[in-house]
C-alpha cells in the first residue's frame, strides 16, 4: 500500500527507532508505515471514531480526541517527533496547536494544502468563486478546513514566532517542486520545524 | 497437555491464606470459585484473567448453574471470538466478597456458622490481591491481558497500577478510574433498600431461608436504571402500558417499564445474596485509583510498560466518556501506550455485554497486536 506523497515525504525523513507522536492520524497508514519500516514508537491522536477503531485494530495505539482540546494532557518533550497532516487548516486554534506540537515534540512536521495554488487564484480572479480543486474538493459550506493558509503565510507565521524550519518540500501532484515557486506551484507543503 | 484438576469449568479452590486486606483485617482461608477455558502454551504466554462485573461471575462463557442462560460474555469469549479458547488460555474467578463459590459474607466463619456483617469490608484492590492467589495457583506468571468491563475494568486498572510486572495489557471497557459521587449516591440507595427490608435482620438471615428478597429487588431495580440510556428506554418501552388497555388507577404495574423492573428485581434474587451486593458496592465506592497514589492518577502507570486499550459508550451515563478520558490522560502523562475510542450505541452502560462488533473488532486488533 503507497503512503499519501505527504506522508511518504515524512516517513522517509523520521529517525528510525524514534518516538512519535501522530495529531489526526486518520487509520493510521502513517503510523503503520513508520512502525513497519522503521521500527518507530508511534502514538496517535484521531477525532473520528471509526478511525480510530480501524487504528486501534492494525495494533496501533490511538486515542480518540480534538487536537484543539486533548494536546493539553501530552507531557513536554515526550515525543522526538510531532506529526501535523493535513490537520492544521482544520484546527480552531492553529497557533495554539503549532505551540503545543513544539512543547510535546522535539520537532514536528506539518503538512497542509497550499491556499496560494495557482489553480485556486485562478478560481477565485476568474471564477469569483471558492474553490474546489483536487486538493480542495469539498464545497465552502460543508469543508473541514476552516483556516486556509498558504505557504507564504506559513513561512511568515514560523518567522514571528521564532520557529526554526529544518526542512520543507512542496508537491505538485505527487512531484517535488521548487521552494523559490513553491507558494504559486505547489499544492502541498511538509515543514520540519523546531522551536528556535 | 494431562489432565490437570487446577484447568477446566466449576473449578474451586481454597488457599491457606492469610491476605491482608485495605481494611486491616486478614482472611484466611481464601476459597476462589474460577473457570478456564482452552490450554496455557509451552511458555505460558497466552493466559487472559477476564475480571467480571458487580453482580457477574466466573461463568464468562459457560451455562450459569443457577439460572441455566448461557455465558455472560459468549459475544465477545467463544470459538471464532476475539478471545479464544483455541488460541487462549482464559481465567474468570468470582470476585471475592461474591456469592458464586468465592469467599463472601455467606461463607462459613471458622466458627462454622456464615460470616454475614462479621465478613470484612473489601476493596477492588483485595479483590485483586485475591486473583494473585489465583494466577500463583495457577502457574501463570504473567497475564498477557487483563480485560474486564465496568467493576471488571476497575479490576484491570488496580491490576495494572499494583502488579504492571505481572501484566502485558490491559483492556478497559466502560469503567473509571474512581466512584463519583453519583455512582456512590446510587448504590447507597441500593444499600438502604437492603438494610430497610426487615428480613435482612443485621445481615443474619441465612438460617431463616428468608432472605431479603424485597429489599434487593428494589436495588436492582435502581441500579438497572443507570444500566440503560434515556433513550433506549424510551425506545423500549416509552408510555405504553403492560397488558391492559388503560390505566387502573391503582399501583399495579401499569407501564410496561415497570413491569420490566419488577422481572429484573425479582429474577435477581434468585441468584444474588443481598449481603454480597453490600460488600461489593461498597468496595466499588471505595475505589478511587489516583487516592492511592498522592491524587495523581498519572502515578499509578508511572513507567508501566503495559500496553492499554480503553472504550467508553456514548450513551453510557454510569461511567461516561470523560472517565476513560481521564484515565487516558494520566496514561498519555505518564507515557504508556494507550488506545482509546468511544463507541456508539444506544444502550447506555450495559452496551459492552450486548452485540457491539466495533468493540469486538477493537478488541481482536489489540490482542492480536499484542502478539494473542
Redesign the interface.
Known amino acids: 500500500m503507497s503512503l499519501r506523497p505527504d506522508l511518504a515525504i515524512i516517513a522517509d525523513h523520521v529517525a528510525p527507532g524514534s518516538r512519535v507522536l501522530d495529531v489526526g492520524c486518520g487509520d493510521g497508514a502513517l503510523m503503520a508505515a513508520l512502525r513497519d519500516r522503521a521500527r518507530v514508537d508511534a502514538r496517535g491522536i484521531e477525532i473520528d471514531a471509526a478511525n480510530v477503531a480501524a487504528a486501534v485494530a492494525r495494533g496501533l495505539s490511538v486515542v480518540q480526541g480534538d487536537a484543539d482540546v486533548d494536546l493539553a494532557g501530552y507531557p513536554t518533550q515526550a515525543f522526538d517527533y510531532a506529526i501535523l497532516s493535513q490537520t492544521l487548516q482544520t484546527t480552531r486554534a492553529p497557533d495554539k496547536v503549532l505551540d503545543e506540537l513544539l512543547r510535546i515534540g522535539a520537532r514536528a512536521f506539518v503538512s497542509f494544502p497550499n491556499f496560494a495554488h495557482w489553480r485556486v487564484r485562478l478560481s477565485l480572479l476568474w471564477g469569483g468563486r471558492m474553490p474546489v480543486t483536487r486538493t480542495l474538493p469539498i464545497a465552502w459550506y460543508a469543508t473541514p478546513n476552516i483556516h486556509h493558509v498558504t505557504i507564504d503565510d506559513f513561512r511568515a507565521f514560523l518567522k514571528e514566532h521564532g520557529i526554526v524550519t529544518e526542512g520543507a518540500w512542496f508537491l505538485a501532484g505527487d512531484r517535488l517542486t521548487s521552494a523559490a515557486a513553491a507558494n504559486f506551484r505547489a499544492e502541498h507543503a511538509v515543514f520540519l520545524i523546531r522551536r528556535g | 497437555m494431562k489432565h490437570d484438576a487446577r484447568f477446566g469449568p466449576r473449578r474451586s479452590v481454597t488457599l491457606p491464606g492469610p491476605l491482608a486486606l485495605d481494611g486491616g483485617q486478614t482472611l484466611a482461608p481464601v476459597t476462589i470459585a474460577y473457570e478456564t477455558y482452552g490450554a496455557l502454551d509451552a511458555d505460558r504466554a497466552n493466559a487472559i484473567l477476564i475480571c467480571h462485573a458487580l453482580t457477574g461471575d466466573q461463568y464468562v462463557a459457560s451455562e450459569h448453574p443457577l439460572t441455566g442462560k448461557p455465558g455472560w460474555w459468549t459475544r465477545m469469549v467463544g470459538e471464532g471470538k476475539p478471545i479464544d479458547p483455541a488460541r487462549h488460555f482464559i481465567v474468570c474467578a468470582n470476585v471475592l466478597g461474591s456469592c458464586l463459590g468465592s469467599s463472601g459474607p455467606a461463607s462459613a466463619a471458622a466458627d462454622g456458622a456464615p460470616y454475614a456483617m462479621r465478613f470484612p469490608v473489601i476493596t477492588i484492590r483485595d479483590m485483586v490481591r485475591a486473583q494473585m492467589l489465583l494466577m500463583e495457583h495457577l502457574g501463570v506468571p504473567a497475564w498477557a491481558a487483563v480485560v474486564g468491563g465496568s467493576m471488571g475494568g476497575m479490576q484491570v486498572l488496580q491490576w495494572a497500577a499494583c502488579y504492571p510486572e505481572r501484566v502485558r495489557s490491559a483492556i478497559v471497557i466502560a469503567s473509571t478510574a474512581r466512584h463519583s459521587a453519583q455512582n456512590i449516591a446510587f448504590h447507597e440507595v441500593g444499600r438502604q433498600a437492603i438494610m430497610a427490608d426487615p428480613k435482612w435482620r443485621g445481615g443474619d438471615y441465612y438460617e431463616s431461608d428468608d432472605p431479603p428478597s424485597a429489599g434487593l429487588a428494589v436495588a436492582r431495580m435502581a441500579a438497572h436504571i443507570t444500566y440503560l440510556s434515556e433513550a433506549g428506554l424510551t425506545e423500549k418501552f416509552g408510555r405504553r402500558l403492560q397488558g391492559r388497555e388503560s390505566k387502573t388507577f391503582g399501583f399495579d404495574a401499569d407501564f410496561q417499564v415497570e413491569s420490566y423492573l419488577r422481572h429484573q428485581g425479582i429474577s435477581f434474587v434468585d441468584r444474588f445474596d443481598a449481603n454480597s451486593y453490600l460488600y461489593i458496592t461498597r468496595a466499588m465506592d471505595y475505589f478511587d485509583l489516583a487516592e492511592e497514589h498522592g491524587g495523581r492518577l498519572a502515578e499509578a502507570f508511572r513507567g508501566s510498560k503495559m ?1 492499554f ?1 480503553l472504550v467508553s459508550f456514548d450513551t453510557d451515563w454510569l461511567y461516561p466518556t470523560r472517565e476513560s ?1 481521564a484515565v ?2 494520566a496514561l ?2 505518564a ?1 504508556a ?8 450505541s444506544p444502550f447506555g452502560h450495559d452496551a459492552f455485554l450486548l452485540d457491539a462488533p ?1 468493540l469486538n ?2 478488541v ?3 490482542l ?3 502478539g494473542l
Open positions: 500496553r486499550c478520558r487516558v490522560q498519555n502523562a507515557g501506550a494507550a488506545s482509546f475510542v468511544e463507541l456508539s466495533e473488532r477493537v481482536d486488533g489489540f492480536r497486536a499484542g
